[in-house]
């Protein structure tokens, strides 16, 4: 039996019970990986520069999404690559050159900070998934908009 570390299951091997980590299609592993983040199909095709229906196909398996498309994915959901590429052939997909990508790690204290308030927020990571997803020049209004609202919290602290 295949596995896969990131879906645990309990299987019996003889008389005793095992966990185990059960081996999902690539379709699966879209879908899950989707749910996690609470995103609806709608807005991960927004992120990715998809149609919705594409999505859809992807996660029921009726279509196979590119090589560009399978990076685009791993770099979204933030996972290994590897994992999303590594039941299928790489010779059949053509070569992506390699650009500069930085990325933060939670070692910095503000980014630890934010990550934590989105895991007990939820609401407010949605909207900051919809702002992200907004109009360069709308998403500037609405961040400069939020930067105000929090100054005027620390100058009234006392009033409210």
Do not use: C
């Amino acid at each position: 039996m295949d596995y896969d570390p990131f879906f645990p299951v309990i299987v019996k091997a003889g008389s005793v019970f095992m966990m185990a980590v059960k081996r999902m299609s690539l379709a699966e592993k879209l879908k899950k990986l989707r749910d996690r983040q609470n995103w609806s199909q709608d807005t991960l095709a927004s992120m990715m520069n998809l149609h919705r229906s594409t999505i859809s196909r992807f996660e029921n398996g009726r279509s196979v999404p590119t090589y560009q498309t399978l990076l685009q994915f791993a770099e979204i959901f933030k996972i290994d690559k590897d994992y999303l590429l590594g039941e299928l052939n790489h010779g059949d997909f053509p070569q992506v050159e390699p650009g500069f990508l930085t990325k933060e790690t939670l070692e910095n204290p503000d980014l630890a900070i934010i990550y934590e308030l989105l895991q007990k927020e939820p609401e407010l990571k949605k909207a900051l998934v919809e702002l992200h997803l907004m109009a360069p020049k709308r998403r500037a209004f609405y961040a400069d908009m939020i930067a105000s609202l929090v100054r005027a919290n620390k100058r009234h602290r006392d009033k409210i």
